[in-house]
Structures are given as C-alpha cells and as structure tokens.
C-alpha cells in the first residue's frame, strides 16, 4: 500500500483485540524507532520515541498507563518527548505522524492521543529531561474491526467523517481568493492529504495558501481560541505538523521535489487569530 493510499484509508482505533503483538512487529517497530533517519524532522530535528509494551495497560515497570476509559485492549504504547515551543512541537508531529503511517502500513491501529491520557502516569515511565514535556501518545494494537458505542459516539461528537471544504481552508496568492483544485496544478494530491489528515478534535486548523506560480505552498494555523489552553501548551500546532508530514509524503510518491523553510511572505492573514508557520518551497 501507497502513504497516499494509507492516509485516504487510515482511521483512528480505540478498541483492539486481545493478541499481543508478534514478534515481528515487535522488531520491526524498534528497527524504525532506533534508526536516526526516521527521526529527523523538516527543520533537523532529531525525535524521542519510545516504544513501551503493555499487558492489561500495565507496563514491565509496573506502571498503569491511565487514558480515562477512552482505549480499549492497547498492546503498547508510542511516547514521545518534546520542547514546548512552536517549531519544536510542529517537528514532533510531523516526526511522529510519519511513524503512524508506517504502523498502519503493517497493519498496526493507532490514535493520536493528545488531552485524553495521563501524562504523570506516562512521566513515570520514560525519562524526561528539565525541559521537555509528553505532547501526545499512540496506544498500538491489531483493529478489531468493531466500533464500541463509545467511539461511535465519540467520532459524531467530534465529526470524525466530516472534512472541511477546500474553499474553506485552501486559498489562492493570497487569503481573499479560496483555491480550486483546477489552480492547484501538480500539488492538488498532496493538498488534498492535508485536508483529509487527523486534527485534534477534527478541528482541521490548517490554512494553505498556493503562490500565483504554484512554486510555493504557505501553511498557517488558524487557531481555536483557549483550545488547550488548560493543558499547557498548543496542540493544534500538532496538527500542522501532521499536514506538514501528509503534504511531504503524498510529493515524495508523486516525485514532486521539494523543501521546508521557515520564512513568511507576509500575507494579509485572515484574522487575529490566524498565524504563519512554514512555506513548501517546489524545485524545478
């Protein structure tokens, strides 16, 4: 399977099966996280991830990972550690949004959990540093391929099935004029895998503004007021990242050359709560 097949077909998973997970997998899930490569972000940073299994969501430790009923039957868990900065936790996803994908290449359930765990729980189980904090987790396991009630309902709470227009998010030299996937050129796929990526609370923060020229890509968040203000830190800048990390991939399969740089065109932004964060800049 494709990224650009494995984002159309990915879903978040809360319950799973019972079986551990194979050796095989096992092996394979450290393989990737202990190879640098893997963990180097778009402005080269180098990602912590841990891979923590689980046994009645008790670790080897003996430490119970607590994520308030909201999963069911996780086999293990994906922590990672970041700074509590903008570009750092934008690089943080976009690392650890790439290592989702390939779990659900393997077959492998995944949700990003970002508000519904308990950080001092996770705390006692991987070594932090003085200035790093957990962002998000990923329970891991084999999709059931049946829904509780309770995600059912917690994907019509959030509107898991509904993805914004791309008039509504995706616009043209500038943020007057939305873009059409006519004017989009050879980006309309990557684009169109940011717009179908996973957000927090499907909230789809992002705001892409194409160049006249189609040379370059602007991302911006538009930010929901107070959001997550309660946990301390911006996680819809996560969800920028996973963009970011969406955008890259669907390019890189279509052969479409490019790269990241931090450098703001100065757009007329939407609103006050509307912000610049990282241009694709296309190679010729």
Known sequence: MSYIETMQARQ?????????????????????????????????????????LVKNNVTDKGIKLGTYGFIKNPQAYLVGSAKNEKLALVEYAYIFHRLVLYLTKLGLGTCWMGGTFSRNSFEKEIQLIDDEFIPCVTPLGYPTGKQRIFDKALRYVVKADNKKRWDQIFFHSNFEEPLSKEKSGSLEIPIEMVRIGPSASNKQPWRLVLSEDQTSCYFNIEHTPNYSSKLGYDMQLLDIGIAMCQFELACLELQLKGSWVVADPQLNVLNENTEYVVTWNVKK
């Open 12 to 52: 978040s998973i809360r319950t799973f099966e019972t079986r551990s997970l194979s050796a095989f997998e096992i092996e394979q899930i450290s393989t990737y996280i202990h190879n640098e490569e893997n963990l180097i972000g778009p402005f080269g940073g180098i990602g912590k991830i841990y891979f923590v």
